[in-house]
Structures are given as C-alpha cells and as structure tokens.
DNA sequence: CCCGATAATGTATTCGTAGTCATTTCCGGT
DNA sequence: ACCGGAAATGACTACGAATACATTATCGGG
C-alpha cells in the first residue's frame, strides 16, 4: 500500500477525474472552472454536470501554488477586548467576504506583527492590514516598505512608506475643546495616555492647540497620563481630578472606555453628570450610546476607512510600484447626554481646517 | 519576455536557490527546514547562514500542497459586537497561535458557514470551528458528519455527530433560580428570546425547571420572549414588565446586553438596582463589571472552553474516524451590586447536578 | 588498512492546477 | 463538396517543497 502524501481534503476528487468522467480533457475543466469563455456551452454544461455530481471542489493549495496567489488577506488587530477593534474587524472581514478575499487573523498581543509578515513573505495571504503595531519597529526591521503590499488602518507612522489610512484625530481633538469652550465650560480637563499611538497623540494634541487658540489653556494639574486605556484607568484618572481644590467640570478622554471609567469614577464619588461634570468620549463605541453612559463621542467613519484601506490595498497588489497614499478621513461629534446634549452656539462651527 | 507564471512573494527566492549557494542539494535545504535530525551540523550551519543571508522563506503553497495540509484553522463567529464573542475568538486566536496553527475567520452574518465549509473542503483550513450557526440545516447539508473535522462551540446540535463543546446552561439557569429564591425574591421574572440558539433555551428551561422544583414558578406574564438579544431589547422588555400591576422584583435576563438594556430601562422609569429590582444576566462580558452595572452574571470558562474545543478538533484532524466527543463544561455565577451582592443562604448551594 | 554498517547526501518524482502551444473541429462562403 | 479562418479542445509542462529511494561518505572493529 502505497502511503497518500497527503490528506486530500476532497475525498481526492481531482480535475482529472473530472476530465475522465466528462470525458474531456483536464485542461478543459480548469476552462470551465475558470468560466473562461472558449468553451462551448454543450461542453460546459456536460463538465459542470459532473463537477455537481462529484460535489468537486479545486484544491486550493494547488491552484494557490500555481497561480501565485491565496486570496486571503492577513489582518493585525489588537485590544479585542475594546469595542472599536471587533467592529473595525466585523467591517474588514464583511467587505474583503464581498471581493472574495479570506481573512486571516492575528493578534498582535501575541507575537505582534512578525507572524503576518512571515505570513505575507511565504504568501500565505497576498497583503496585509495592519490595524495595530505594538512595536512599530518591529515590522520596519521586517519588511522593505518598498511595494509591500501593507496598509496602516488607524495608525500612522509617518517614516515608514506603506499606504495608510487614518481619520483625522488631530481635527477630533480640534472639535471637542471647541464644543466645550464654545458651551461655556471653564476648567477643561484631559485624560490622555502614554502616546505609543500617534492616534492618541494627534487627539490630545489637537484638543491642547485648539485650547491654546482659544485662550483656554490646559494647565498641567488638568492633564491625566494613564498607563492604558481601561474602564479601571478611566475611574483612578477621574479621582485625582476631583480631588483637585478646583475640579474640572468637563474632562475629555481620549478614547470612549476612558471616558466611561471616568464617569463611573466620579458618580462613585457622587458627581453627577453632566449636571456636575461634563465627560466626553472618543470612538462612539457602541455602548457609548446607552442609558447609563449616554457620551458624547467623536465618531470615525469606520466602514469609510475600511473601504479605503482595502481599496488601497488591493491596488497595491496589483500594481506594486504605484506611489503610496497616505488618507485621512473626517470624524463627527456625536452629542449626548454626558455633555447635556447641548448643541454648541452657531459661531463654534465656523471653520473647517484640513491639516 | 516570458511573463511570470505568478509573483513569487518572496522575490523568487526557493529551496534550490538556497541549494545552489550553500552547494547542497534541494532536499538536504528541505531537511534543514524541516529540522531532520539527519543532517551534519556542519552542513545544517552552512544551509542555515543561506537562509539567513537570503532571507529565504518557504512558499507556504508550495508546502501545503506538497504536504497536504494548509496548518491553518477556520473560525466561524457571529456577532462581534456582543463582547463575549471578540472575547472567544481572541482565546482562540492565542491558542491557535501558540499551536503554530493560522487563524482564518468568517462573520456568519454574511453567508453563513458556507464559505468556512467550502474552505475546508477545499483545504484551505484543516478544519473548522463553528461558534456560531446562523441556520443549522445549512451545513448539516454540506458536510457529512463522518468524520469531518468540524467542531461546534458554545452550541450543541444533537443531531449532528460532530465534536461540540458547551458550557452547562441548564445548570446555568438553574443556579440563578436557586440563587433568586434562596435571597428571597418573590416575583421572579425572565427575559428571554427566540431560541434559535440551544444555549439559550437551555437556560430558560433550566431556569423554569428550578423555578418549578422550588415551587415559585413562572407566570406567564413573567415572561418576556425578545426578538433579539440587543441593549433596545432588553429596554423594551423591561419596560413591558414594569407596567404590570405587580411587577417583579427580579429579573433574569439569559444574556448580559439585555440585562444592562433592561437596567437603563428600569433606572428610565425610576426604578433602582437593587433596592426596587434586582437583575442577573449571563456570560459575564467585561462592561458587566463596571461600576454602571455593576451586574451579578453567570460566567462561562470561556478559555477552557475554547482549549476543548482546538483539542478536539487537532485530534479529529490527526483521526478522523475517533468517536465524537460532547463536551460540556460547568459554569460559575458572579453575585455583584445588582443583586445587592447578596451571597445565598448556606442552604441553597445543596447539591450539584452533573445532567 | 580494509570491510561493513550506518549516517549523510543526492537524484528523481510527486502533488493538482493553470497556463502555452499544438491540434482538431466547426462553420460560413464559395 | 471544399477551403480558410476562427473556435474549441487536447497534450504537455511548470510551479516549489517534500520524500522514497539510490548513492556516497564516514567511522569503528578486526
């Protein structure tokens, strides 16, 4: 007995066998599969016959060896746990299902991006997504940025030469210091955190520029760095505020769990809100918009900068040396509850700056 | 000029060309790689510095079409925005990783299991687990039971002879029942929903059950069936149990979205929790531990869960013709501030039943 | 120092598909 | 009926790694 080199996932049903019983030749049924045009539709019909009838299917190692492509689309995420990133995946994964692509998945709290790029070099997947770099250096070492088919989604690193698509998180900090100035609150507060994101950086710094125009200002003891961006960060960030001898009473945090953390820790310490304090968000995550939260957000056009970024992509694939293309989306404030759901006086939304 | 026959991912560097530079032959390359003990170190060293000068990596086609399989595993889940399920697939992420296994996923949403079937059939997975079945019939169609290496997670489907792995959701239910009546609570009340899925059935049954055998019963005014399982939902449920002329004083809810739903919709209607209701939810997702909820829960072992089913599933792929396997694994109930954090009575953990 | 056993390495082949190129079939116009 | 050109089909091969089998190198014992 003759030892199988290896499983055959199909029960071994392969084109030739379909050759043999359409009577035909293999090449013939890779046409028909292959829907190219030269066959005549008496012959096709009798080749699909049996390809039903055998319940067929190619073997997509072999026709990915052959054709010099998988399909597949590797994806780095990170944070599961933070609602953002399941829905940024949920939006990749139905868009790349509609163009035909698989996605593979990695967590880049497990090995970071090296294994989607090994993955990308011994083409497993044909480009990848990289939604998250926990050490940006790490995947610089790894791939030449020349013609990679790699693309930053939510992230941008700017010395690096992929094709990257953020949104706007300079103009997100920009609008929520103007909303807040704008509807009359005096001591504004900011809990940040450490600006290993330039999306983190960009937010905090465009809140702090626009609070400087406007003659605001953001003092030091208004400034919280939390070590991550958990509910248990938010509510230990929110405490120091409000021991304060003069506590804020509007505290923008930089991402949506912050700000949740925030308005839990202080209705512990029997601020309500907004009545006391105001607290604004970033992301609108969905819970963002629930009773008991009720947040005022900055909502990103995620299904948008899904598009973009698979668009990219693909181009890329098909045309390596095209010069790389760095987008940047528009964000929306999303007012509710945890700002009063006060719309800003009319002369707040005056200019639209595109940095 | 001849046009490539595919783009060779890695600039076209393969085993022979490492053969030729460290002057070995292709199949001594192939046994480096493959870490064959039958190398001299000598000729092991000279191949490995190659591989490295030349960055070489294997085409992952090439090797699963050689070797018969793709080390790739196929997830199927549904629903991402319900925390408990990012949560799952990122267990299975990591453990897959840590198995050098790839991690290919498919949103049920979008054509059902057919795409993971498909794939497996095609090898593109080496097999597949399902989280999530949008309508069973679906794949029982496609795939012969026999031996494929399917396994279902947090679902069971009697009918169909495939490795599943669940938690206990009838003992589930029943623990929450135990645990209302033993504190004390008169006029208990559920939410449930349609029951598509047997998880949920199973813990409104093993609710009612309990609720019978300790002679409180469900009224069936008490009973609210949802269309969904969504935050809206559980709002509109509890909204329905409040106009009653005796409304309940606790309500079980058979999944944590609906219960903060029916939270923010019982604290709309100025009701507080506890002191006029107390609310329990299921799968214990990490916003239930926030302070806004603050919800008493049941937990699933989720990461157990998750390491039984890759168990099953990489035996079934090693031997297929095993006899399947019926996981089910116990589950722990949380006592947190929606139920005032009150502990049972001593009496009321008796007994506990394996089904 | 040679023999035989064993370790190390090389040679040749295989996997299934999708191409290229060669050949046959078809069909309309005469 | 015949011819020519187009359409349809078939024969053959390449892709890259892994492995069975063949061959050569190595080394210990006599």
């Not at 939006?91 to 790349?96: F, K, M, R, Y």
Request: glycine letters at 8%.
């Amino acid at each position: 007995m003759g030892k199988a080199t290896g499983a055959k996932p199909n029960g071994s049903v392969t084109s030739h066998d379909i050759a043999r019983l359409a009577q035909v030749s293999q090449a013939t049924v890779s046409r028909v599969l292959r829907d190219d045009p030269k066959v005549r539709p008496a012959t096709r019909e009798r080749v699909m016959k049996v390809l039903a009838e055998t319940r067929y299917e190619p073997n997509a190692a072999a026709r990915a060896f052959r054709a010099g492509r998988a399909d597949s689309i590797g994806v780095v995420v990170a944070r599961l746990s933070y609602q953002l990133y399941p829905a940024m995946l949920e939006a990749i994964g139905a868009q790349l299902a509609r163009l035909g692509r698989r996605m593979i998945v990695w967590d880049s709290d497990h090995g970071g991006d090296a294994p989607a790029i090994r993955a990308l070099r011994q083409g497993v997947v044909d480009g990848v997504i990289l939604t998250a770099a926990t050490s940006e250096s790490e995947f610089l070492r790894e791939v030449p940025a020349e013609g990679s088919a790699v693309v930053l989604l939510n992230r941008i690193v700017a010395d690096y030469a992929s094709d990257q698509v953020s949104s706007d998180n300079l103009d997100g900090g920009r609008r929520v210091a103007e909303y807040l100035v704008a509807c009359g609150r005096k001591r504004i507060a900011l809990i940040g955190g450490i600006p290993r994101a330039s999306t983190i950086r960009d937010r905090e710094q465009g809140f702090r520029k626009a609070l400087d125009r406007l003659g605001v200002g953001l003092p030091p003891h208004y400034y919280f760095r939390s070590e991550n961006f958990t509910h248990a960060n938010g509510e230990q960030a929110v405490t120091r505020l409000m021991e304060l001898a003069s506590p804020p009473d509007a505290i923008f945090c930089v991402n949506d769990v912050l700000a949740m953390g925030a308005m839990d820790g202080a209705r512990a310490r029997g601020a309500r809100v907004p009545d006391d304090l105001w607290i604004v968000g970033y992301d609108d995550i969905e819970i963002a918009s629930w009773g008991a939260y009720d947040l005022t957000t900055v909502r990103q056009p995620m299904e948008r900068m899904v598009g973009q970024a698979i668009d990219l992509l693909l181009s890329r694939i098909d045309k390596r040396d095209a010069p790389v293309a760095h987008k940047c989306l528009a964000n929306e404030l999303v007012i509710r509850g945890s700002t009063g759901r006060q719309s800003p006086p009319a002369a707040a939304s005056r200019k639209k700056p595109r940095p």
